[in-house]
């Protein structure tokens, strides 16, 4: 399984961002696809995850102002980011795992994509 992230780049605070993951396979078959990132100097942290096309978690950080998604048709994974903050800079990485009692266990990774946010 190979994933290849899109639509990173620089952004003002405040503007948006979406994020694409797509995957060289069914999507339809992953137990679970997250979003993780990582900030200069800081540890990978993990942003969002979905299982069953619909069941979602989110870093308390960006609740209310990031949505995954995932369109099993194109076998892509989003990340909608809105109200976007200087500390949403990051490397933004895609991958699929499994949630096992209430944890999500990454397995393959995507290369990353850049998002920065200017002040």
């Known amino acids: 399984v190979q994933l290849v992230e899109s639509g990173g780049g620089l952004v003002q605070a405040g503007e948006s961002l979406r994020l694409s993951c797509a995957a060289s396979t069914s999507i339809f078959s992953f137990n679970a696809m997250g979003w993780y990132r990582q900030a200069p100097g800081k540890q990978r942290e993990l942003v969002a995850t979905?299982?069953?096309?619909?069941?979602?978690n989110y870093a308390d950080s960006v609740k209310g102002r990031f949505t995954i998604s995932t369109d099993n048709a194109k076998n892509t994974m989003y990340l909608q980011m809105n109200s976007l903050k200087p500390e949403d800079t990051a490397v933004y990485y895609c991958?699929?795992?499994?949630?096992?009692?209430?944890?999500?266990?990454?397995?393959?990774w995507g290369q990353g994509t850049q998002v920065t946010v200017s002040s």
């Open positions: 991958n699929t795992g499994s949630q096992l009692s209430g944890t999500y266990i990454p397995t393959r």
């Open positions: 979905i299982r069953s096309g619909s069941i979602t």
